[in-house]
């Protein structure tokens, strides 16, 4: 099936964005069945029990001028960490978009992030009168995630740094800046700090969470938008 979008994102008041987390990084001396880049071969411990430390990878794709973003948590992928990540990557290029009046975000229909998630919701709510910017959330339904653009960034990652040896999270760190996509070095950034589960809002805090999301009328849960109380 060919996916259509239909996202303004030629619009000079909109940035598009492709949003999404991969699979826990094991830091240590594994075998990531890759292709070593040098003469001799790489050893390896072929099970991955005891890793030094574990990486988050999250990403963030500017669709439009192929700059890659990559950050690594070192805790656990839910909702505070996805929301720290879309903060962190603002402050840092937001001075970019000052021209910027909306914000569409790609993503998958992941439990931590979809439009049910009060956490989420509530941290998007906050962002988006912090920021004065208008968000419009646009899911990929289930087994479609694949067309979400930053899914193929995922894979030259994995292509780039398979055949090392990831033994300290500076080196996962200087191999991520060493990769390009379409020709652009990624932006590699750092999120320390510790996620814990299951935290959530009660209905009755959620309630005026939930009355700034303008759910579509034909998509419900899988496209909404969060206006600014300014606007």
Same mark, same amino acid.
Request: aromatic share 10%; glycine share 6%.
């Given at each position: 099936?060919?996916?259509?979008?239909?996202?303004?994102?030629?619009?000079?008041?909109?940035?598009?964005?492709?949003?999404?987390?991969?699979?826990?990084?094991?830091?240590?001396?594994?075998?990531?069945?890759?292709?070593?880049?040098?003469?001799?071969?790489?050893?390896?411990?072929?099970?991955?029990?005891?890793?030094?430390?574990?990486?988050?990878?999250?990403?963030?794709?500017?669709?439009?001028?192929?700059?890659?973003?990559?950050?690594?948590?070192?805790?656990?992928?839910?909702?505070?960490?996805?929301?720290?990540?879309?903060?962190?990557?603002?402050?840092?290029?937001?001075?970019?978009?000052?021209?910027?009046?909306?914000?569409?975000?790609?993503?998958?229909? #992941?439990? @931590?992030?979809? /439009?049910?998630?009060?956490?989420?919701?509530?941290?998007?709510?906050?962002?988006?009168?912090?920021?004065?910017?208008?968000?419009?959330? #646009?899911?990929?339904?289930?087994?479609? /995630?694949?067309?979400?653009?930053? @899914?193929?960034?995922?894979?030259?990652?994995?292509?780039?740094?398979?055949?090392?040896?990831?033994?300290?999270?500076?080196?996962?760190?200087?191999? #991520?800046?060493?990769?390009?996509?379409?020709?652009?070095?990624?932006?590699?950034?750092?999120? @320390?700090?510790?996620?814990?589960?299951?935290?959530?809002?009660?209905?009755?805090?959620?309630?005026?969470? #939930? @009355?700034?999301?303008?759910?579509?009328?034909?998509?419900?849960?899988?496209?909404?938008?969060?206006?600014?109380?300014?606007?």
């Amino acid at each position: 099936m060919k996916v259509v979008h239909t996202f303004a994102s030629t619009q000079q008041s909109t940035l598009r964005i492709s949003f999404d987390t991969k699979a826990k990084v094991k830091i240590g001396p594994f075998s990531r069945l890759g292709y070593a880049r040098s003469p001799e071969p790489v050893k390896a411990i072929d099970h991955d029990m005891g890793q030094e430390a574990i990486l988050v990878p999250a990403g963030i794709l500017e669709v439009d001028c192929d700059q890659l973003n990559v950050i690594f948590g070192t805790s656990r992928d839910n909702a505070d960490f996805v929301a720290d990540c879309i903060e962190h990557w603002w402050s840092r290029r937001g001075q970019l978009y000052g021209h910027i009046e909306k914000l569409v975000i790609n993503l998958d229909n #992941a439990p @931590e992030i979809n /439009s049910s998630r009060t956490q989420f919701m509530n941290r998007l709510v906050q962002f988006v009168d912090r920021t004065g910017l208008k968000i419009e959330l #646009a899911y990929y339904p289930p087994y479609h /995630s694949k067309y979400n653009p930053i @899914e193929r960034c995922w894979g030259i990652l994995e292509q780039h740094w398979n055949g090392t040896l990831l033994t300290s999270i500076d080196v996962a760190i200087r191999w #991520a800046r060493s990769m390009t996509w379409r020709g652009v070095s990624p932006l590699v950034d750092l999120l @320390e700090g510790t996620y814990e589960r299951g935290f959530k809002l009660t209905k009755q805090e959620f309630q005026p969470i #939930a @009355e700034r999301l303008k759910r579509s009328e034909r998509l419900g849960k899988w496209h909404l938008c969060i206006n600014p109380l300014s606007g």
